[in-house]
């Protein structure tokens, strides 16, 4: 069992930056692939970014590509998304989530955060 906390939503001009991060419970964090998603008002869930358990690997969603960076510190049991030059249209819940193995689909992961907002003024 994991649980799975979100923090450091607010809220940001355009062009402006944010650090989410998400603290997990349990000793058996590096075994999780982690996965950042979120859903705007009246749309989908829509995936953001993964990373592996060991952090060597990730993927992006084109959306956010060259604009964030996701990255974990195992020691800590916390994973991050570095959000950069963010647009009106990034306003969102950010969700952290954890499964067995990186994946761009919301349904491969077993557990999730609460969320966080995000809003970005024009």
């Known amino acids: 069992q994991v649980q799975l906390a979100e923090s450091g939503g607010g809220l940001v001009q355009a062009g402006g930056s944010l650090r989410l991060s998400c603290a997990a419970s349990g000793r058996t964090f590096s075994s999780y692939a982690m996965g950042w998603f979120r859903q705007a008002p009246g749309k989908e869930r829509e995936f953001v970014t993964t990373?592996?358990?060991?952090?060597?690997?990730?993927y992006y969603a084109d959306s956010v590509k060259g604009r964030c960076t996701i990255s974990r510190d195992n020691a800590k049991n916390t994973v991050y998304l570095q959000m950069n030059s963010l647009k009106p249209e990034d306003t969102a819940v950010y969700y952290c989530?954890?499964?067995?193995?990186?994946?761009?689909?919301?349904?491969?992961?077993?557990?999730w955060g609460q969320g966080t907002q995000v809003t970005v003024s024009s």
């Open positions: 990373i592996s358990g060991s952090g060597r690997s990730t």
């Open positions: 989530a954890a499964g067995s193995y990186g994946s761009s689909s919301w349904k491969d992961y077993d557990y």
